[in-house]
């Protein structure tokens, strides 16, 4: 799952680079906010000049020390290693300090030695002296210590830039630096992860829909159009979220987690420990509440996109809805959908809702504990209280990207379950495959060949029963019998949308399962029951089967079609917008629409099913004389139940529940008295007139 997500991003490498940089930075400029907050609470408490790396806690390099100078330290220990110091001598001496009007910043209480660092107040320049002035009141007071060498000198004046400004005025200045510094690079982020998301998205999108457009038409048989249409709208758009913010925010809040434990262990170790034992801790719950909320992601997926199918469905079919006064009945049906979406919905709500409270509570728990060891090494001047507000600003800091850490995981899991159904859809293979090696069929002669086919809807019973029928080049073939005989099943097997389980299907005596679909395809028309049409013009709509048409050629086809008069009588002619599947048309200019389409295309075979059974005697009549035009020198099947249009066909097949019983000319089948001339007859006697007309 993940790898084939990541897959989608590898195009991207550079960007993502940068993208990462830059995430990096932003996380490390956010953690310096706290510390600048830091910096200002000590500098509130104590007259501070100057700003330096030193003031944040970060050590330099002995050299650069020299230059900016920074705390002092002093090392005080007995003079005999034996004896130990005692409390009451300790105390004396940090009271020596104190009275020496030095600022002491951190006491380390050793078993054998007091490790002092410490600030010399202004005016004094030479700090072994002072440490010697120091040893001195020391000694007065009965203790011997002795002083070790002093490892860094230390100045209260100025560190850093701006030596002459007290801190406490440089601080508000650069937390506005740092803000704007961290705007440039917050656009860049947002800029770059919006780019690569649209265009990963974009791929996707487009890789989802060319593969639907490969698929079989029993793929679509099967499956809801709502709920593939849910699929390429509602399941890439969790899959865009995933990309554009949690993808980002999955990593700028680690590193800032990240940043932020490194700056602690900067300013103590020992607390930095206990909060990487912590938060291990938080994120057990964060793992189990996880699985929870993917499994719940795949059913709010799943009733989105029920709600997706029920909507198109009803919507598709409003005249019918409307005709049958069933409004209410598909109101209340969309209502429990809703509901049932909603109550799912709560139920991923109810754990979200739970979850980042547990959290917090952890977080808390941790925070206290962190205050409660902290304030006591403060306590007994183990810490500087500065180095303790700026831990605590930190881990404040640091929470803020855990709580938004849980909160994302609720949303990831949704996008996961979606990018789940989304690959399911792109690991649906064809039932009709392209060969390996096709044969690219020159221009057919027409003619065609059943041998033994047998077919099935993937399951008993057959609808076709081992058929065999020959075909001549140029020749009608009229397929007739009862509904469910068969017929469009014979000729959906033309054009490869079906396979049969067995036989063969010839054209010009070669096995259409080893040719190139597209050059098999490109030679058939096919004008069905519905024609239906795409939302454009009626010049885009005849020239769909042969884009490069150019309107003279157009024109001359929608004449044969017995279209172009009607075409000029509408308001715009051949550039009048039709609405969606055709509506604004009617059913006979929709017909003699997609004859014209099959006109333009100029196919060898052609396949009429049920041309014309849907219409008036009007249109029934210009729609038969512009199939007589098409169907001049092609191949031609024709599925029809009115009998009297396929009397002049040069063959009649009759079907039965899925076999052969008759085939011949239309004199010869009723000289046979048998199913067909049964079928003549019923229609005969229902079209004659009666005696009273």
């Excluded at 999108?205 to 709502?226: C, M, V, W």
């Excluded at 519905?530 to 013009?537: A, D, M, N, V």
């Excluded at 004859?595 to 333009?600: D, Y």
Aim: proline share 4%.
């Amino acid at each position: 799952m993940y790898r084939r997500l990541f897959q989608y991003i590898k195009p991207f490498k550079t960007r993502v680079a940068a993208l990462l940089i830059i995430m990096l930075v932003l996380s490390a400029l956010t953690v310096a906010e706290p510390a600048t907050l830091g910096l200002l609470t000590d500098a509130l408490f104590y007259p501070r000049y100057g700003i330096s790396l030193q003031s944040f806690g970060i050590e330099l390099p002995d050299a650069i020390k020299q230059e900016s100078g920074v705390d002092g330290q002093a090392i005080i220990a007995p003079i005999e290693d034996t004896k130990l110091l005692s409390a009451k001598e300790k105390q004396v001496i940090l009271k020596v300090f104190k009275d020496s009007r030095v600022e002491i910043e951190q006491v380390i209480d050793g078993d054998s030695k007091l490790n002092i660092s410490y600030r010399l107040p202004e005016g004094l320049d030479n700090d072994v002296k002072f440490l010697e002035e120091i040893s001195r009141q020391i000694a007065e007071q009965g203790i011997k210590v002795k002083l070790a060498k002093v490892v860094e000198p230390s100045t209260h004046m100025g560190q850093g830039i701006l030596k002459q400004v007290p801190t406490i005025f440089i601080i508000p200045i650069l937390l506005i630096l740092l803000q704007f510094i961290r705007g440039i690079f917050m656009y860049a982020q947002y800029y770059l992860a919006t780019s690569m998301s649209q265009k990963v998205i974009m791929r996707l999108r487009n890789e989802l829909y060319a593969h639907l457009q490969r698929l079989s038409i029993g793929f679509f048989e099967d499956k809801s159009t709502g709920q593939l249409m849910s699929r390429v709208t509602n399941d890439v758009g969790m899959i865009q979220n995933l990309f554009s913010n949690i993808l980002v925010e999955l990593i700028v809040e680690p590193f800032i987690i990240i940043w932020g434990i490194i700056y602690c262990y900067l300013l103590n170790p020992y607390l930095s420990t206990f909060l990487l034992i912590v938060i291990p801790l938080i994120m057990l719950p964060i793992n189990k509440f996880s699985k929870k909320m993917r499994k719940i992601g795949k059913e709010v997926q799943q009733k989105t996109g029920e709600i997706t199918a029920h909507l198109q469905e009803t919507l598709s079919a409003i005249r019918v809805v409307k005709a049958f006064a069933m409004e209410q009945y598909e109101i209340k049906r969309f209502g429990e959908r809703n509901r049932e979406n909603y109550r799912i919905y709560m139920n991923g709500a109810r754990l979200q809702g739970l979850l980042t409270p547990t959290i917090e509570l952890f977080a808390v728990t941790a925070l206290c504990l962190l205050v409660l060891i902290g304030g006591r090494a403060v306590h007994y001047n183990q810490m500087n209280p500065k180095d303790l507000i700026t831990f605590v600003l930190i881990i404040g800091y640091i929470s803020n990207p855990v709580k938004r850490i849980t909160k994302l995981i609720g949303q990831i899991q949704h996008s996961l379950a979606a990018a789940e159904r989304i690959f399911s859809l792109l690991d649906e293979q064809p039932s009709v495959q392209e060969p390996s090696d096709p044969i690219i069929l020159p221009k057919l002669n027409g003619e065609i060949e059943f041998k033994n086919v047998c077919f099935n809807y993937g399951q008993p019973p057959d609808v076709l029963k081992d058929i065999n029928l020959r075909v001549e080049p140029g020749q009608i073939i009229a397929l007739v019998g009862p509904s469910g005989a068969g017929k469009s099943s014979l000729v959906n097997l033309l054009p490869r949308f079906y396979d049969p389980y067995h036989g063969e299907v010839l054209v010009d005596g070669i096995n259409i399962k080893e040719v190139d679909l597209v050059s098999l395809r490109s030679q058939m028309g096919i004008v069905p029951q519905e024609s239906i049409l795409f939302r454009g013009t009626i010049s885009d709509n005849i020239a769909y089967g042969r884009l490069d048409a150019d309107p003279e050629a157009i024109e001359q086809a929608a004449k044969a079609a017995n279209a172009h008069q009607f075409i000029l009588d509408l308001p715009d002619g051949y550039q009048t917008m039709v609405g969606e599947r055709g509506v604004t048309l009617s059913g006979g200019q929709r017909q003699r629409i997609a004859i014209a389409r099959a006109l333009l295309r100029d196919p060898r075979i052609l396949i009429l099913d049920e041309a014309t059974s849907a219409l008036d005697t009007t249109s029934e009549v210009l729609v038969q004389e512009a199939l007589e035009r098409l169907m001049q020198n092609r191949t031609t099947f024709v599925i029809a139940h009115r009998l009297s249009t396929i009397q002049k066909a040069d063959l009649i097949v009759v079907l039965d529940k899925g076999e052969i019983v008759e085939s011949g000319t239309h004199e010869q089948l009723l000289q046979k008295h048998g199913l067909y001339a049964k079928l003549y007859r019923q229609q005969f006697r229902k079209n004659a007139p009666s005696d009273e007309d």
